[in-house]
């Protein structure tokens, strides 16, 4: 009887992952929004659940059946679970756990401001966090204005080393010959080569260790309405060309609010992913698809893509149009915004920058209390 059960519930399993399938793929043929996704999946449920009083056989389907689109992506094992969510202050990008943003004075509970210090300045941000709903029975509730969502590198990459065939897919590289100096892909680069090996000992060729590309980009999400949202994403360099930019094989690590892109640097929103890389420099402990026992993976951050604006604010450059416009040399562009004298190409005459200047020219910035130092 108890066999009976479960081989019952296992095709009730695998017909809900059929019918859950289908229903993806009918959204992306069609171009279905989720909110009708979410509509329907409450309806199923719901309908499901009442045949089930009528029918014990639909009793597993009604069981399994995601009610949400979050239970839908757990189901089918697109999207990791740990989503993190701060609390975003839409005046300097800066961002705070939900917690660190309550203020408490005996039984009274108050929202604060953000605390965040300009580095061109003495001046704090104030900029508002939460906002106040009072209930119908008087209690006070503390809602973010803004949040910033935010999946944990740990749980992505735990995700794709599990799937079939992926791992075989990121050593790929080390079986091709480079019996030419062409410039094919990002292996024949020299930043490749450099992490090759690592203190004496194997690195992007041993085993288990993934170089990632940063992207931060803007997208409209809606076409009639001016609102900008900020995707930040990763690739797996590893992976083969053909397949390194699919959809599947994207890393989104966080959703930067709007409604429009951040006049200053979004190094704010960096900070957990920069945390988490610097405990993959040293590798962590994962279960990955072929093996049973844990192995050590490793991943580093070495390329960033962006567009002009975008890598400005992540990389700590000035904008284009400043004086010191170039993210690469040190020539000068004088004159006024807007009428810059972008004249004199000898190449000579452009001072190259360096990481050591870059450095010290950050650590000066941050340990300044006002413009002047």
Known sequence: MVEDKAVHMDSSYSLVLWLVYYLCLLQKQHYIPNVAVAALLQFLSVFFGVIA??????????????????????????????????????????????NDCILKIGSEVQSKVCKYRFSNGSQSCNGALLKCVERPNKSKVFYPLKIYCYTPLYNYISVLVKRPGFCDLCDHWKGENKDTDALKDVYDEKVWSNFLTYDGGPFLLGAYTYALMLNIDWFKPCKHTEYSVGAVYLTIMNLPRRIRFRQENAVLIGLIPGPKEPKRDVNTVLG????????????????????????????VLLCVAFDIPASRKVCGFLGHSAILGCSKCLKKFPGPVGQRDYSGFDRTQWPKRTLAEHRKNIYSIRKSSTITG
């Open 53 to 98: 009083q009528i029918s014990p056989q639909i009793s597993g389907i009604s069981r399994y059946f995601p009610r949400t689109l979050q239970q839908l992506e757990k189901l089918m094992g697109t999207q990791p679970e740990g989503r993190v969510r701060y609390v975003y202050c839409e005046k300097c990008s800066s961002i705070f756990s939900y």
């Open 272 to 299: 957990p992913l920069v945390e988490e890389l610097l405990k993959f420099w040293d590798g962590v402990k994962m279960t990955i698809f072929s093996d049973s026992a844990s192995v050590l993976v490793r991943c």
